[in-house]
């Protein structure tokens, strides 16, 4: 996915949300070499429950340094 957003739709930045409490989810942006951006509190409501929502993302330049 990293590859495909940079080199071919030549974004310079790349990011993704997942709910807080899912650590699996975010271990997977992690684990992609995204970097945790922050974490928005009470940010969206599902199932009539209020969720923080974590925030990663890559630049481009981000990118290319750790493909080196």
Same mark, same amino acid.
């Given at each position: $996915? $990293?590859? !495909?957003g940079f080199n071919? +739709? @030549? +974004?310079?930045r790349i990011w993704a949300a997942a &709910?807080?409490?899912n650590p699996a989810s975010s271990a997977v942006m992690q684990k992609n070499?995204?970097?945790y951006e922050g974490k &928005? /509190?009470?940010?969206? @409501? @599902?199932?009539?429950e209020y969720e923080? /929502? /974590?925030y990663y993302g $890559?630049? &481009?330049s981000? !990118?290319?340094?750790a493909l080196r």
């Open positions: $996915m $990293m590859e !495909y071919e +739709l @030549k +974004l310079n &709910l807080a409490r070499g995204m970097n &928005l /509190v009470q940010h969206i @409501k @599902k199932w009539e923080d /929502v /974590v $890559m630049t &481009l981000e !990118y290319e340094t």
